[in-house]
């Protein structure tokens, strides 16, 4: 088993940066595919980016591709969201995701079988 903690979650202005962590214990990190998924109030929930399970390959959404970077620290098995020229539109719980079985990313939440409990980030303009 593998479980999932996001932290760095916050609030900010459009325009500033932030940094989001995932923390994964229980198993390493190394042998995931992993990601980050956000839901917006009312909206449903959507792919912002991921990392293939070697690292070699990494997907974003159009909405933050430039703008959001994702990187892995595999001896800390920590999953980051580097997050720069936040906009109002970004405000959402931002989830932390693994796949036991992707070699690559894919944006279908049904494909990722660990999910953290997410964290709060909200852009004020």
């Known amino acids: 088993q593998l479980q999932l903690l996001e932290a760095g979650g916050g609030m900010v202005q459009a325009g500033d940066s932030l940094r989001l962590s995932c923390l994964a214990s229980?198993?390493?990190?190394?042998?995931?595919?992993m990601g980050w998924f956000r839901q917006a109030p009312g909206k449903e929930r959507e792919f912002v980016a991921g990392l293939g399970r070697f690292g070699l390959t990494t997907d974003y959404s159009d909405a933050v591709q430039g703008r959001f970077t994702i990187s892995r620290d595999n001896p800390k098995s920590t999953l980051f969201l580097q997050m720069n020229n936040l906009k109002p539109e970004d405000t959402a719980v931002y989830f932390c995701?693994?796949?036991?079985?992707?070699?690559?990313?894919?944006?279908?939440?049904?494909?990722?079988?660990?999910w953290g409990p997410g964290t709060q980030v909200t852009v004020s303009s």
């Open positions: 995701v693994a796949s036991a079985l992707l070699e690559s990313t894919t944006p279908r939440q049904s494909d990722y079988d660990y």
């Open positions: 229980g198993r390493t990190a190394r042998t995931y595919t």
